[in-house]
C-alpha cells in the first residue's frame, strides 16, 4: 500500500476550548485538528502523495472540474469508543465496497480497500482525543472524493483528490429518538430508474435539498420520496432507508432495485431482524398502502435507519392530500429493539457474530 506521510498540526486546538466544544458538539460543525489527503493522477500512473496533515482550506482552481460537472462521491461513517475504551470502525469495509460503487457509477477511479480503510484509521489515530464524552457520541468520518482536474470538457477527469475528515457528532436529531415527522413530496423524486440514486453523490442531495426545504416549511422534519415512474411506491428518505413493521411480526423495507441507496445501517438492521426470528422481505409497499395500515393498525411501526440517526421512528406522514399517524406516533418496542441490538454491538457492549466491529489498534 502507499506509504502515508505524517504531518501533525503545528497549532492543535488548546485541550480546553476542545473540551469545551465536546460537550455539545451538535452535528457536523465541529471539526478535529487533522485531515488526510490522497491524489490521484491518471498520468502517474494512480494514487500518489497519501498524507495526514493538518486540516486546512483546500486551494483550488475555478476550472476545477467538480465546480462544474459534479464529480463528487462520499461516505458517511462512525469510529465509537468501546466500553473497554478500545476505538473501532463500523464495518468500514462495506464503505469502501459501497464507495468504489459509487466511483464506478460517476466514471471515477476506484479507492483500493486497503487505502480507504487505512486513511480513516490514521485520522482516528491521530485525532482519538476528540470523542464526545456525550452519551451515543461519535467520531463521524467523511471521506469524500472529487475531480480536481482544470479542464473544462466534458469527460470523466484524470485527477481525483480522496479526502477524510472528522466530526465530533452528538445525537443527529435534536429531539433525541422521539418520533419524526415527515412529509411526501408531490413535486421532486430523488431518482430515476437508471440514474445516480443508489450511489452516495453528492448531486443527489443537491436535487434532494429543494423537497427538504418544503418539508420544513410544512413543519416536518424530514422529506420521503417515491418513486419517480409511478409516484406511487416509498422509496426513502434524503439521508436514511425506510422500515415497516407489521401485526404480525413481518417486515418490508423497499427493495435496491437502483434507485435507493444500499444503506449499511439497512443491510445490518435486516439481518439482526432476521436473526431475532422475524420475517423481513424487501418488497415495493405503496403510499397508499402505508396509509390504509397505519390506519387499520396492521402496520405498527415505521422507523427510518443510516448512520447519522442510526433508527429513528416515524410517527407521523404528512402530504397535501392529509396526514395520518403509525402506532399513536409513539416509538414500538421493535425499533427499540433493533436499535439497542445494533448500538450495543457498535459499541461493544454485546457480542459481534457477524464480525461488524473493526478496532483500531
Ligand atoms: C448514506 C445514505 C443512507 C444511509 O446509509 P448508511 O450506510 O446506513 O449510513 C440512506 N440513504 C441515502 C440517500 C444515503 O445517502
Known sequence: MLPFTIEPTTSPTPADARDAALVDPGFGKLFTDHMVVVRYDEAKGGWYDAKVTARAPIPMDPASSVLHYAQEIFEGMKAYK???GSTALFRPDANARRFNESATRMAMPHV???LFVESVEQLVRIDSQWFPKVEGGALYLRPFMFASEVF????PAKQYLFI???SPVGAYFKGGIAPVTIWVSQHYTRAAPGGTGAAKCGGNYAASLVAQAEATAQGCDQVVFLDAAEHKWVEELGGMNLFFVFDDGSIIT???TGTILPGITRSSIIDLARAQGMTVSEQPYSIDQWQADAESGRLRETFACGTAAVVTPVGTVKSPQGSFTIGG???GPVT????????SIQ???????HGWVHRIG
Open 152 to 155: 473544462l470538457g466534458v469527460r
Open 254 to 256: 423497499p427493495p435496491l
Open 347 to 353: 459499541r461493544g457492549d454485546a457480542a459481534d457474530p
Open 336 to 343: 427499540a429493539s433493533l436499535r439497542s441490538a445494533l448500538v
Open 164 to 166: 477524510t475528515i472528522a
Open 82 to 84: 468501546l466500553s473497554d
Open 112 to 114: 483500493p480497500k486497503d
Open 329 to 331: 406516533n409513539q416509538s
